[in-house]
């Protein structure tokens, strides 16, 4: 009897963790997802200089022992040469990302640079 209780005590536990939720990771950074929007053949093309593109540094992936650095731009992965709001990566650094969109170029930094007050003394 005492081992037929534990076995379905057992298997109600089983079932129960099966459906349970997967814990998110608090040190994770949360990033927005970004939808693509399905294109419209009849939108007509943005005139360069009107509209400037909405870009959010989020993170940057960079080792230097590699060529290969990354960055998260308003929630995509993205690595040099990629376009993202019409602005093209031209270089990844390890707090800045280079762009250009409509032959400017664009500086997004990672974190604010830090001003510092004179202090007498």
């Known amino acids: 009897m005492f081992?037929?209780?534990?076995?379905a005590l057992l298997i109600?536990?089983?079932a129960q963790s099966a459906?349970?939720?997967?814990l998110r990771d608090p040190m994770r950074p949360k990033i927005p997802v970004v939808q693509q929007l399905p294109k419209n053949e009849d939108a007509k093309p943005v005139q360069p200089g009107i509209q400037k593109p909405?870009?959010?540094?989020?993170?940057?992936?960079?080792?230097?022992?590699?060529?290969?650095?990354?960055?998260?731009?308003?929630?995509?992965?993205v690595t040099q040469g990629a376009v993202v709001d019409g602005?093209?990566?031209?270089?990844?650094?390890?707090e800045t990302v280079q762009l250009q969109h409509n032959d400017?170029?664009?500086?997004?930094?990672?974190?604010?640079?830090?001003?510092?007050?004179k202090t007498e003394g």
């Open 54 to 77: 909405s870009l959010e540094l989020h993170a940057i992936s960079y080792q230097r022992a590699s060529t290969r650095h990354s960055a998260i731009i308003n929630g995509q992965w």
């Open 87 to 94: 602005a093209t990566v031209v270089e990844i650094g390890e």
């Open 19 to 22: 459906g349970a939720t997967i």
């Open 104 to 117: 400017k170029d664009i500086t997004l930094t990672l974190t604010p640079p830090i001003k510092r007050k």
């Open 12 to 14: 109600y536990c089983l």
């Open 3 to 7: 081992k037929k209780a534990t076995a």
